[in-house]
């Protein structure tokens, strides 16, 4: 929901009081960087930042930005989760992250400003006025499909399903309720992000992308099913590129990415170096406004290598 979550900071302002600070007007306008929104972060003395989950990879690499965002009052963070070891690492260090959830159908579903969660900084709850529902999922017992209801002072701008005898919308998106507190949910994937092993069982990619896009050598990476496996099309780094590696000190590179991601996974779900393709120049990854690989295109874009790896 990152467009969203714009025109939400401005019902803040509105509703709230809040100040939003931002880039000095210009002409042409100013392309935020991960280096001048940083700055500006600074310069304006923001009691909070809001940034987009790809920010806080960068950021998190700098020790010293890590300590800057600590004695912020807290990071809000949309348009898609902060992988695992980078809020676990934030949150480790002080950092206090708050997610923003909902969609262009629901507006902002989850309380905002609440005390900070500390190691569960990844889970929210729905705000009172919100009419949420759960579709459980065949085949995954732990994860649901969110449903929107219509209720007294909430409902979605337009309706693609019934549940429970009434219009509603069923927003595709994955959820996973939270162990012990079953008032606070995380948002897993999108429904079409997931893959399917040979096995019938499904993988969350989108996790495992954004653990890979974590590492630094990596800008991009769609993660993928095939008879055989699990692999990756990677889309490496301006740094790495530039570096002209071989293949082999490429793979070395980014052992590390693999690990943390073999480090989630089932026994029998791992990824190795030999299925990690590389993207060609001639064949580059479209991103979406969210700063995540296009899956679908990638997947198309790169069919053949996919294909040889199943054979």
Known sequence: MAGASGVMQMLFSASAG????GFKPSSPAIIATPSNVWDNLGHTKADFGFVLPPLLNIWAQDPLKVAGMAKLDGILY?????????????????VALF????????????????SGLGRDWEYFSFY??????????????????????????????RFNTDFDGAPAFATGDVLVQHP???RL?????????RETLPTGTKINARALERIM???????????FSSRSGIGAIIDLSKECVDKQLSVFDTQQAIRSALENVNAVT????????????????????AYGEKGMPRRQHAKAQYKREIDELSL
């Not at 949910?185 to 992000?193: L, N």
């Open 266 to 285: 089932a026994p029998d779900v791992k990824l190795t170096i030999e299925r990690c393709l590389f993207t060609s120049v001639d064949r580059p990854f």
């Open 128 to 157: 009172l006025l919100c009419n949420p529902a759960f579709k459980s999922l065949e085949d995954d017992d732990r994860s649901v499909e969110l449903i929107i209801k219509s209720g007294a002072y909430h409902r979605p701008t």
């Open 99 to 114: 997610p923003l959830f909902g969609s262009s159908e629901g507006g902002l579903m989850n309380t905002v400003f609440t």
């Open 185 to 193: 949910w995380k948002f897993s994937c999108r429904e079409d992000d």
């Open 213 to 223: 896009m974590a590492h630094s050598a990596i800008t991009g990476a769609v993660v």
């Open 18 to 21: 809040m100040v939003i600070a």
């Open 78 to 94: 949309g348009g898609g989760p902060v992988a695992s070891p980078i809020g676990d690492k934030l949150a480790h260090n002080g």
């Open 180 to 182: 012990s507190k079953p």
